[in-house]
């Protein structure tokens, strides 16, 4: 599909003023949300977008799509089944072999296809591997912005969507426009909006589009894929209680006390980024702007000093436990509860006494 | 084999001031350094041309500063160093910026040959987008790969590649054709120390500069604020909590008492955490 008439309007002047938005752009219509299907799972992430993109929908009085792209069977009837039960009105659907594997070329194909041909005003993706990889492909090949990263979608009282992001490792928060182009694309990274509630619903209008691409047009060859051996590494961002360690714990090894911990209490844990840096820790455990966003019930925070870029990362905890030496760490600014105490002597009290409080026994004890 | 690797100069994150009142961020005397993704993926090129042969070239868009930057990474072992710098460039969001770096790379195609392999970091630690990465490649026709753990095998002459790329759940096997952009993950290696010849080579070289007209670019539109399709409409700071922590009394407690009320206060405002973690943890 030619894109000669999605080029940049001839008086292009500063962008940030508001112009009339060129006519073949006018019919662009509808809230999209790619829903991330790869090795037959639906990424969580494209549900908490489905909820964001509903309000969005509801607030421009206009419908709440979702985009599945994938191979014929089961697994991709299914993405589409949740697709509906999670918000979406209407299914847009691109069924092919050629989708089973994720490959740049043939997803940025049937994506740019799918704009192209049923133009929506706001397109959302999941801030994920896959989601960026793809997000940034198709923003350039239709020549439209894409805010990354976002942390809020709003709509201002002109339609425009309202993406805003933290910048400079969430030291500031901008609010980012794309005013005269379509769609407005966004990406926002797992686990920063909440999961909405999910309704069986009846499977509604699925719109299907064919894939215009064959195996020998695309260059790439899947050639196997391994899965994570620890599949704990993948559930950090999802965990109900996260248990993480920062620079005040001294060592590497005194990593294991958070582990311990996390272990007493089925929690998972992570650590800030300095000890990633420092190498203590694999830098798929990094809670924070640039490691994992998380939203678990209860976050445990030990020895970490709560710099903007950790608390960006840790703010949708339902209650947040601070543990440091220094009664001035911004930690204690956004946490709920604190103590002021060494988290290396503190962490083997706060095991025993959870595994103490816990143990069957101690229950039985409880209920009598 | 000619790669070339594009490189930002950002200020370190972690000394980041941002004013009071003005909600602007405070440059002077932020040090500035090597986008630190970027590092990986340089790393990644100089281990390439050990392997291969050929040549490196360190390209980045920026303030005359930036070259400061290009220095550091000749100190590394690169080759050569480009600076794209114009005025023209400023205010240029992700679109703008993939537009002008892939009119650079053409440039340094036509100027020092065409490059096999372009290089990026995953992310940079300023703007943190990960997409100026896969934006020059579609703007150049390369296939992309993107999160590459390793790159298992380059054949130079069958323009042939082999590499591990991370996905969500575990690592996908790709194998595809050279020319590609590949964007490092964190951690695949650490960068060299580079050694004294570099280091004095880097003192000595001239960098290449070049403004938007040199580096071939006539479409101005498509720089800098107007060739981007996304305003930035306001910059505001985190709003900060009302409420700070509740802080547990200490006074004369042992660590187990502390433990004891700590968690008493946890259950008490989270209640249904104690019953989960009675069947979920402990065990």
Known sequence: MSNANREAPPSAGRAGIKRELPEHFRDYRHVWVFIELERGEVHPVSFELLGEGRKLADKLGIQLAGIVLGPPGEATQHAVAEAFAYGADLVYLVEAPLLADYRNEPFTKAMTDLVNTHKPEILLLGATTLGRDLAGSVATTLLTGLTADCTELDVDVDGSLAATRPTFGGSLLCTIYTLNYRPQMATVRPRVMAMPPRTDKPVGRVIRHKLSMTEEEIITKVLGFNLDRQSAKANLAYADIVVAGGLGLGSAENLQLVKNLARAIGAEYGCSRPLVQKGWMPADRQVGQTGKTIRPKLYIAAGISGAIQHRVGVEGADLIVAINTDPNAPIFEFAHLGIVTDAIRFLPALTEAFTRRLSPHSHDKLAS | ?283
């Open chain 2, 1 to 283: 084999m000619h790669i070339v690797i594009c490189i930002k100069q950002v200020p370190d994150s972690a000394q980041i001031r941002v004013h009071p009142v003005t909600n602007t961020i405070m440059r002077q005397g932020v040090p500035t350094i090597i986008n630190p993704y970027d590092l990986f993926a340089l790393e990644e090129a100089l281990k390439l041309r050990g392997a291969h042969g050929g040549e490196v070239t360190v390209l980045t868009m920026g303030p005359p500063m930036a070259e400061d930057a290009l220095r550091k990474a000749l100190t590394y072992g690169a080759d050569r160093a480009v600076l794209l710098t114009d005025r023209c460039f400023a205010g240029s969001d992700t679109l703008a910026t993939s537009f002008a770096l892939s009119r650079a790379i053409v440039r340094i195609g036509e100027t020092f040959g065409a490059p096999d392999i372009v290089f990026a970091g995953k992310q940079t630690i300023d703007g943190d987008t990960a997409q100026v990465g896969p934006g020059i490649a579609k703007r150049l026709g390369l296939l992309q790969f993107t999160y590459v753990a390793k790159i298992d095998s380059i054949d130079v002459d069958a323009r042939e590649i082999t590499v591990k790329r991370r996905s969500e759940g575990g690592t996908q096997m790709l194998k595809s054709r050279l020319p590609c952009l590949i964007t490092m993950l964190e951690g695949t290696n650490e960068i060299r120390r580079g050694s004294l010849d570099d280091a004095m080579r880097a003192a000595r070289s001239q960098i290449v500069k070049w403004s938007a007209a040199e580096a071939g670019i006539e479409d101005l539109n498509k720089c800098g604020l107007r060739g981007s399709p996304t305003v930035v409409k306001r910059v505001f700071a985190p709003t900060t909590k009302a409420e700070k922590a509740t802080q547990i009394d200490m006074t004369d407690k042992t660590q187990h008492d502390l433990a004891d009320e700590l968690i008493a206060a946890i259950f008490t405002r989270q209640p249904a955490l104690e019953h989960e973690l009675a069947f979920d943890g402990g065990q």
